[in-house]
């Protein structure tokens, strides 16, 4: 999917939003991961599988988005009820492209993950020479806590 867009992120500042600049790097990748990790626990949201979705959106963007001197931008937000991941490469002439490997092959499927994980992602084409690889998730709804007050239904059956 490829959109070209303003997030949300920035025409509404009252979104929560983390966003952050680090080196194309496996070091820059393994960063993102764990900054988002800790930003999405400081927000009281649950890390998976937004984790992995960082992770594999930034290994990608550190490898096949890298340019030498060149940075990648990790930001997430939330807005209605979703949790979107955003990481930016300069790389704009070079788009994902979900394939399906060879059994035998040791790469090639991150984006599968992406698209298992994700409940939509795609591509916004930035200026250039940016992309943006986003991902979002939905996140669930709090269950209600029982009151414990004993009312129908708080207790196992058959105690």
């Known amino acids: 999917m490829h959109e070209k867009a303003e997030n949300a992120a920035q ?4 979104v929560p939003t983390f966003s952050v600049l680090l080196s194309s790097t ?3 990748a393994r960063l993102a991961r764990l900054l988002a990790d800790d930003q999405l626990r400081s927000w009281g949201l649950p890390s998976d599988p937004a984790r ?3 992770a594999e959106l930034a290994a990608n963007a550190a490898s096949h988005g890298r340019v030498s001197g ?4 990790l930001t ?3 807005t209605g009820g979703v949790l979107r991941i955003e990481v930016t490469d300069t790389r704009g002439e070079r788009l994902p492209e979900l394939r399906r490997p060879a059994p035998g092959d040791e790469s090639g499927r991150g984006l599968l993950l992406v698209e298992a994980l994700a409940d939509r992602w795609g591509v916004t084409e930035g200026l250039f ?3 943006t690889v986003w991902a979002e998730v939905r996140l669930a709804r709090p269950e209600p806590v029982s009151s414990g007050s004993g009312a129908a239904g708080a207790l196992p059956q058959g105690t």
């Open 11 to 14: 025409l509404d500042p009252a």
């Open 70 to 73: 060149r940075d990648f931008r």
């Open 26 to 28: 496996p070091r820059g």
């Open 129 to 131: 020479p940016r992309k």
């Open 52 to 54: 992995h979705l960082v």
């Open 76 to 78: 997430l937000y939330v």
